[in-house]
């Protein structure tokens, strides 16, 4: 990391600079304390489907994303870099988690996580337990924390993948049944009294800053925390204070400022160092950012692949014909789309797993035929145009379960960003039918396929559906990811210059929903679902 500029009241790479002169000795503790946020403007999002904003709002302090989060893997579909990941190490209560925030906040970036190491504290035997409620367990020793989780789940979340983070409960120093989900982004903070305490931890951090707080400031409050949010007495947290926590600052966490980066004296009242965290992550994230649509345009032009399935052209299928026309009415359109995509629905279940069962008629007599073997079916549909395609799925499969997800297409750059997305618990062990109308270059789908890839679903149990796709993506879907299975009604031979499909079938979404069509006549490229 190149070395900053000097800045009042913050330590960069070891060297010092002083800053104000600190309040009179007058001044009470709590005055000491600024409210959280204090100082900052609410944050505000913005999109990328205005065409007069960039795709990356430069301004003389930051450069950010207007929009959703840009595709983190190349054409190949393979993770390109991996997130920026900060470390904030500190003594207890010194303002780790308000420095996060206020960070977060500074950033302006849809797609961050926080990480708080006092989700991984270990889970307490009976007798450590009654230790802990009489405050004699020592909860600021490295043994007290789970590491291994800890960097399992860092490196998961440092290759764009979701993962499950304990959440831990001070009341009865135990872990909760339900634990919460977390997914990949472009940076994830990570914050904790130890979190510079593990050599194999420190390298996973990108960025390491430690907060130095005045230690009378942190008591008053740690007081405050653990009597109002975790049910303590004062007599309990202070003798804690005396027995554990002051020590384990001076032996195992104090030491590990030489390792940071950057160190941040009095927390959350630097904002001169906030400000200079946030322009070194935004010049990261500016190097981060990836073109994958014109990769994928100028790729795999070769023989169809075999994980492609197509239609049968039967005169059924001829409905083609029909809604490509032009001239035909919105309730003409919908109607033969969906009968269209009722036979892409079936046939796709073809592919399933099946095995043989026997099941006894009325008449009391064995049949001997097929059930379905897998788990369960889960539909994902990419906004917009694969919503449309969710009651043909439904019509066929009792129960199914439904999720969704936004990717849009940057109207500047023309590269896809996912906004959004909620899928169902524990969908790695379904057969996940992923749907979408039409599928141009394929880049909004295989965005959509490495989201469900960092689900940890199985690629051979992707199946990909499209009532119309152009070569081009389904050579650039198969070449990335080539055991998920394809299959769609037609497939037209080319692309445009705006990677619109020709012939085509129009902008599927507005035809549909009978919205107004974007200005430059696109294809099927909307501001909803890019193929």
């Given at each position: 990391?190149?070395?900053?500029?000097?800045?009042?009241?913050?330590?960069?790479?070891?060297?010092?600079?002083?800053?104000?002169?600190?309040?009179?000795?007058?001044?009470?503790?709590?005055?000491?304390?600024?409210?959280?946020?204090?100082?900052?403007?609410?944050?505000?999002?913005?999109?990328?489907?205005?065409?007069?904003?960039?795709?990356?709002?430069?301004?003389?302090?930051?450069?950010?994303?207007?929009a959703g989060r840009p595709p983190w893997y190349?054409?190949?579909?393979?993770?390109?870099?991996?997130?920026?990941?900060?470390?904030?190490?500190?003594?207890?209560?010194?303002?780790?988690?308000?420095?996060?925030?206020?960070?977060?906040?500074?950033?302006?970036?849809?797609?961050?996580?926080?990480?708080?190491?006092?989700?991984?504290?270990?889970?307490?035997?009976?007798?450590?337990?009654?230790?802990?409620?009489?405050?004699?367990?020592?909860?600021?020793?490295?043994?007290?924390?789970?590491?291994?989780?800890?960097?399992?789940?860092?490196?998961?979340?440092?290759?764009?993948?979701?993962?499950?983070?304990?959440?831990?409960?001070?009341?009865?120093?135990?872990?909760?049944?339900?634990?919460?989900?977390?997914?990949?982004?472009?940076?994830?903070?990570?914050?904790?009294?130890?979190?510079?305490?593990?050599k194999t931890l420190l390298e996973l951090l990108?960025?390491?800053?430690?907060?130095?707080?005045?230690?009378?400031?942190?008591?008053?409050?740690?007081?405050?925390?653990?009597?109002?949010?975790?049910?303590?007495?004062?007599?309990?947290?202070?003798?804690?204070?005396?027995?554990?926590?002051?020590?384990?600052?001076?032996?195992?966490?104090?030491?590990?400022?030489?390792?940071?980066?950057?160190?941040?004296?009095?927390?959350?009242?630097?904002?001169?160092?906030?400000?200079?965290?946030?322009?070194?992550?935004?010049?990261?994230?500016?190097?981060?950012?990836?073109?994958?649509?014109?990769?994928?345009?100028?790729?795999?032009?070769?023989?169809?692949?075999?994980?492609?399935?197509?239609?049968?052209?039967?005169?059924?299928?001829?409905?083609?014909?029909?809604?490509?026309?032009?001239?035909?009415?919105?309730?003409?359109?919908?109607?033969?789309?969906?009968?269209?995509?009722?036979?892409?629905?079936?046939?796709?279940?073809?592919?399933?797993?099946?095995?043989?069962?026997?099941?006894?008629?009325?008449?009391g007599q064995d049949y001997a035929g097929k059930?379905?073997?897998?788990?369960?079916?889960?539909?994902?549909?990419?906004?917009?145009?694969?919503?449309?395609?969710?009651?043909?799925?439904?019509?066929?499969?009792?129960?199914?379960?439904?999720?969704?997800?936004?990717?849009?297409?940057?109207?500047?750059?023309?590269?896809?960003?996912?906004?959004?997305?909620?899928?169902?618990?524990?969908?790695?062990?379904?057969?996940?039918?992923?749907?979408?109308?039409?599928?141009?270059?394929?880049?909004?789908?295989?965005?959509?396929?490495?989201?469900?890839?960092?689900?940890?679903?199985?690629?051979?149990?992707?199946?990909?559906?499209?009532?119309?796709?152009?070569?081009?993506?389904?050579?650039?879907?198969?070449?990335?990811?080539?055991?998920?299975?394809?299959?769609?009604?037609?497939?037209?031979?080319?692309?445009?210059?705006?990677?619109?499909?020709?012939?085509?079938?129009?902008?599927?979404?507005?035809?549909?929903?009978?919205?107004?069509?974007?200005?430059?006549?696109?294809?099927?490229?909307?501001?909803?679902?890019?193929?």
């Amino acid at each position: 990391m190149s070395s900053p500029p000097a800045y009042p009241g913050i330590r960069v790479s070891g060297c010092w600079t002083l800053g104000a002169e600190g309040s009179s000795n007058a001044e009470s503790l709590d005055r000491l304390l600024p409210p959280v946020g204090a100082g900052r403007s609410p944050r505000k999002r913005t999109t990328s489907q205005c065409k007069s904003e960039p795709p990356l709002l430069r301004t003389s302090k930051r450069t950010i994303y207007t929009a959703g989060r840009p595709p983190w893997y190349n054409e190949h579909g393979t993770q390109s870099k991996e997130a920026f990941a900060i470390g904030l190490g500190g003594g207890s209560a010194s303002g780790k988690t308000t420095v996060a925030r206020m960070i977060i906040e500074a950033l302006d970036v849809p797609w961050v996580v926080l990480l708080s190491m006092d989700s991984f504290y270990k889970v307490l035997t009976r007798q450590q337990q009654e230790q802990a409620a009489h405050n004699n367990f020592n909860f600021d020793h490295p043994d007290a924390f789970d590491f291994d989780l800890i960097i399992s789940t860092l490196k998961k979340l440092k290759q764009g993948k979701s993962v499950k983070v304990p959440i831990y409960d001070f009341t009865t120093h135990s872990r909760k049944k339900d634990w919460k989900t977390l997914y990949g982004a472009n940076v994830i903070i990570f914050e904790g009294i130890m979190a510079f305490a593990d050599k194999t931890l420190l390298e996973l951090l990108d960025m390491k800053i430690f907060v130095d707080t005045d230690s009378d400031i942190r008591l008053v409050r740690r007081l405050r925390r653990d009597i109002s949010e975790r049910g303590r007495d004062i007599e309990g947290v202070i003798k804690q204070y005396n027995k554990f926590v002051k020590p384990a600052f001076d032996q195992y966490i104090q030491p590990t400022m030489r390792v940071a980066d950057i160190v941040v004296p009095r927390g959350s009242g630097n904002t001169v160092a906030i400000d200079l965290i946030v322009q070194h992550v935004h010049s990261q994230l500016e190097e981060r950012e990836l073109s994958v649509r014109a990769a994928l345009a100028s790729a795999h032009q070769c023989h169809l692949p075999r994980t492609l399935s197509v239609l049968k052209s039967t005169p059924q299928v001829r409905m083609h014909t029909i809604i490509r026309d032009r001239e035909t009415s919105r309730d003409e359109f919908i109607f033969y789309s969906k009968r269209l995509m009722r036979l892409l629905i079936e046939h796709a279940l073809s592919f399933l797993p099946f095995q043989d069962c026997v099941v006894q008629t009325p008449q009391g007599q064995d049949y001997a035929g097929k059930c379905y073997a897998g788990k369960q079916i889960t539909g994902v549909s990419i906004l917009r145009a694969g919503e449309t395609m969710e009651p043909a799925l439904r019509a066929v499969c009792k129960d199914v379960r439904i999720g969704t997800i936004l990717i849009q297409t940057n109207q500047q750059t023309g590269e896809p960003e996912l906004h959004y997305l909620r899928l169902p618990k524990d969908i790695s062990d379904d057969h996940v039918i992923l749907m979408d109308c039409t599928v141009s270059t394929g880049a909004a789908a295989m965005m959509a396929v490495r989201v469900l890839l960092d689900h940890d679903v199985p690629e051979d149990k992707i199946f990909l559906l499209s009532l119309l796709m152009a070569e081009m993506g389904v050579h650039s879907v198969a070449y990335a990811f080539p055991r998920v299975r394809i299959i769609t009604t037609a497939v037209d031979k080319r692309v445009n210059d705006l990677f619109r499909i020709i012939p085509g079938i129009g902008n599927f979404g507005d035809r549909y929903f009978g919205t107004d069509a974007v200005p430059d006549g696109s294809d099927d490229e909307e501001g909803g679902s890019t193929g």
